[in-house]
């Protein structure tokens, strides 16, 4: 029997959080192999449309990816809730969430089939062409696009490479590379993500793997030991 504290909110949310802009989209026969760092910012709405809260974080926040191949690790720091964790195995669509709370460590199996989750998630986003600067992100030249949302009075402008296949950063499903700078937009603002780091490498296979103690559970029994310690 697994024993697993109550979690605050803000670990609910970190969680929410993974479940929502890390879904798994298909595959091309292209590889990328190194680590990916972008700078993570809340964006002061306000100063480009209404509609969102003006709670703004002062936490640094980062998404670091490390790739080999079909094996994807994404690590999302925040100085203020720590560090969060997920492995994928994107040929075999599976998928590693790593949470550790108290002095208790999980990978947490999520669904291997996020079909309908991910239609729903892309579908409130829209990308059209548009004819402005290209732009690098550290050192990688960026093809410009415009993004628009429901939640969204103006539309965005995001840049993307056809160098990397964008399955390494799935964020929206129209998406003809990888991302370089985007912005994601949920009740609890909008954030600006921006390619600050870009290396090719090949990182050692250990960071792929679950890490030594941890307890390895599914999505089910995750969320009914939360709901047995209520």
């Known amino acids: 029997m ?20 890390t879904a798994i989209f298909g595959q091309s026969s292209s590889s990328f192999s190194g680590e990916l760092i972008y700078a993570i910012t809340k964006i002061d709405e306000n100063k480009i449309q209404s509609g969102f809260g003006n709670d703004r974080s002062h936490a640094e926040e980062k998404l670091i990816i490390y790739t080999k191949d079909s094996l994807v690790k994404r690590v999302y720091f925040n100085s203020e809730n720590g560090i969060q964790e997920s492995i994928e195995h994107l040929t075999y669509a599976k998928k ?43 050192g990688m030249k960026g093809k410009p696009m415009l993004l628009s949302h429901p939640m969204l009075s103006n539309k ?32 609890k603002g909008l954030y600006l993500y921006e390619l600050e780091s870009f290396k090719r490498y090949d990182p050692p296979l250990s960071l792929f793997q679950i890490p030594i103690g941890y307890d390895i559970l599914s999505l089910e029994d995750f969320l009914n030991l939360l709901e047995n310690q209520k």
């Open 156 to 187: 965005l402008q995001i840049w993307y490479s056809k160098k990397i296949h964008p399955k390494y950063n799935s964020v929206y499903a129209k998406l003809p590379g990888l991302p370089l700078k985007y912005y994601i937009a949920s009740e």
């Open 96 to 138: 590693i969430l790593l949470l550790s709370i108290d002095t208790m460590n999980y990978a947490i199996q999520l669904p291997v089939n996020q079909k309908n989750h991910t239609d729903e998630l892309d579908s409130t986003y829209d990308l059209s062409k548009k004819c402005f600067p290209k732009v690098y992100f550290a």
């Open 2 to 21: 697994y024993l697993l504290p109550a979690l605050s909110k803000t670990s609910m949310l970190i969680l929410a959080h993974f479940l929502l802009i």
